[in-house]
């Protein structure tokens, strides 16, 4: 069972677009949500992450958005390069070390 | 400085046999986990040590055991392999006390059952 369900499964942008990743999650006690690059043939990267009580961040290109609310975050990479072509992981965790993972969407960027 | 090693980096076993996974954490790491990476359905949890000790259990048959060693390596067990176990299995080390803030990821043991 997906704890955190992840969405679209793929997408592909040009150079310069903003690929936006979705995640959902039901569990309300989910207190850490991490994302992950994967470059093929690599195990996944953390990439940047947030708690609930901020609802952005930042760092370089990459932007959490995150509505607690809704129980959903999301990943947008501004500006978008070939090189960050990647599988992209969300998670969420609760204080007991077992990270929850989304399915994965693989981004592709073309030139 | 080493990051996380995993060995071997392909395995190919027949249905009923036993595998063996093995992970070195990097330098000063205590926390070893492993995750399974099945196609198309993400990163599944298996197992978490920590100084030695089993700390936490993913929803994985008791077929999937492993244990850290002294030097905090670790070792992952399957026993009587079915055809559904082939995946990437993935080792990550921690250092932080909540060891889910920063995993290192190794490359992963890309398991074959035929």
């Known amino acids: 069972q997906q704890q955190v369900k992840q969405s679209p499964q793929s997408l592909i942008v040009q150079k310069g677009g903003i690929p936006i990743i979705n995640c959902a999650y039901e569990?309300?006690?989910?207190?850490?949500f991490p994302w992950y690059q994967q470059f093929p043939g690599k195990g996944p990267a953390l990439l940047i992450a947030?708690?609930?009580?901020?609802s952005e961040k930042k760092e370089g290109r990459f932007t959490i958005s995150f509505n607690k609310s809704a129980k959903q975050f999301s990943l947008h990479i501004m500006d978008s390069q070939p090189g960050d072509s990647a599988t992209y992981f969300c998670a969420a965790d609760f204080n007991d070390y077992k990270l929850s993972f989304g399915a994965g969407t693989t981004v592709t960027v073309r030139a | 400085e080493a990051g996380v090693t995993q060995s071997p980096t392909h395995l190919i076993k027949t249905r009923g046999q036993q595998a063996t996974l093995r992970c070195s954490p990097i330098?000063?790491?205590?926390?070893v986990y492993w995750y399974q990476q099945a196609l198309g359905l993400g990163l599944q949890f298996l197992l978490w040590y920590d100084e030695g000790e089993e700390r936490n259990r993913g929803n994985f048959p008791p077929r999937f055991s492993g244990r850290q060693f002294p030097n905090y390596s670790s070792e992952l067990n399957v026993n009587a392999l079915e055809l559904e176990d082939s995946a990437l299995y993935l080792c990550?080390?921690?250092?932080?006390?909540?060891?889910?803030?920063?995993?290192?990821f190794g490359s992963g043991t890309q398991l074959s059952v035929l």
């Open positions: 947030i708690r609930p009580d901020v």
């Open positions: 990550a080390s921690s250092l932080a006390r909540r060891g889910s803030e920063k995993l290192f």
């Open positions: 569990n309300t006690a989910f207190d850490y």
């Open positions: 330098s000063g790491h205590t926390s």
